[in-house]
Every structure is written in C-alpha cells, then in structure tokens.
C-alpha cells in the first residue's frame, strides 16, 4: 500500500491510471453480468481485475465496482456485499474477518480543495481495515482512514477519521468548516 500521494493530472503517470481504470471497467462490467453461479468466470475475472487470485474464502457478491484493482488488498475470510465501490488509487486493505454491507463505498482519491489546483491535481491517501471490522450498509469510507480491529462502522455512516479499536462509530452530518 502506498502513503499519501499527489499525482499531476497532465502527466504519464494520471494517462496510465486512466488507462488501467478503462480496462477494469470493463472487466467489472462483465463481472458484474455474469450468472451468480458462475463461480469458474467471477474466479478468472477477479484475478484479472486485482492482479491476482482471491485469497482463500473471500466472499463477494455481485455486482462489483472498483477503478484500479491492483492496489485492492483482501485478506483470508473477507465477506464483500453486493453493491460495494472500492476506488484503490492509493490501496485499501482489508484484513482478516472483515465484514462489509450493500453500498459501501471506499474512496482513496479525491482533489485539492484550493479552486486553483482542483483541476490540476489527484490526492490520495490509502484506507486501512483491521482484523474482525463490520462495515454497515450505505457507509462511506473516506481517503487516509485506519479503522482498528473489532470496530463497528454504522450503516449510513461517513467516515473521514480514524477509528479506534473495538468502538462504533455513527452519523453523517455535514459540517461548514470555511467558506471561499
């Protein structure tokens, strides 16, 4: 997994990810049109949208977003609803045990805030999910965040700091924090 990044989004390394981003589009594309038993075809396609095999006992119901794949870590017993958005620019990792709902979302880029630099710069920060972590439905988990081992993320939740080990975190109330 990566640290933080800033990628120019003029420049080979952005034309790349874009790249790679088309090809697993439309990998999860046919993923995601696949008859559910078809566990031979989800096995090939998953390979080639992470790069490499799931690990043993990953469960993941379709259908399936993610714009990178590669930077997509799952560990052992790893159970994925269906619905799940996983945008991996800067790596998301998931551990042991980790339980996610329908509609949850884990995005690692995002853009600077500065007007002047919104449209010329990718941010990211990677995610981080411990050992044994339930993530609730429609929860949306944001760039940089460790969430630590046994905690509960309520559904609907957003989640832009840290979570403690073994604690529940709720709520989505939007904040003024500054205004241009």
């Known amino acids: ?7 120019r989004i003029h420049s080979a390394e952005f034309q790349a990810m874009a790249e790679r981003v088309l090809r697993v ?5 046919r993923l995601n049109v696949l008859a559910f038993e078809d566990e031979a075809g989800k096995a090939e396609l998953f390979e080639q949208i992470l790069g490499r095999p799931l690990p043993p006992r990953v469960t993941i119901y379709p259908p399936f977003y993610t714009d990178h794949g ?15 958005t996983f945008l991996d620019y800067a790596g998301i990792r998931l551990g042991e045990r980790v339980m996610i709902g329908p509609k949850v979302t884990f995005i690692t880029s995002g ?6 630099e ?4 990718l941010t990211g920060a990677p995610i981080d999910v411990a050992e044994n972590v339930w993530i609730g439905a429609g929860a949306t988990i944001l760039p940089g965040v460790s969430v630590g081992r046994d905690a509960v993320v309520a559904a609907g939740a957003v989640v832009a700091d840290d979570v403690p080990p073994a604690s529940l975190v709720t709520g989505s109330k939007a904040t003024v924090h500054r205004k241009w």
Request: proline share 5%; charged share 25%; net charge negative.
């Open 25 to 29: 589009t439309e990998l999860t594309s």
């Open 1 to 7: 997994m990566s640290s933080d990044r800033l990628m």
């Open 118 to 121: 919104r449209r010329l710069y």
């Open 111 to 116: 853009h600077p805030v500065d007007p002047e």
């Open 70 to 84: 590669l930077n997509l870590d799952l560990a052992e017993r790893v159970f994925i609803n269906q619905n799940c």
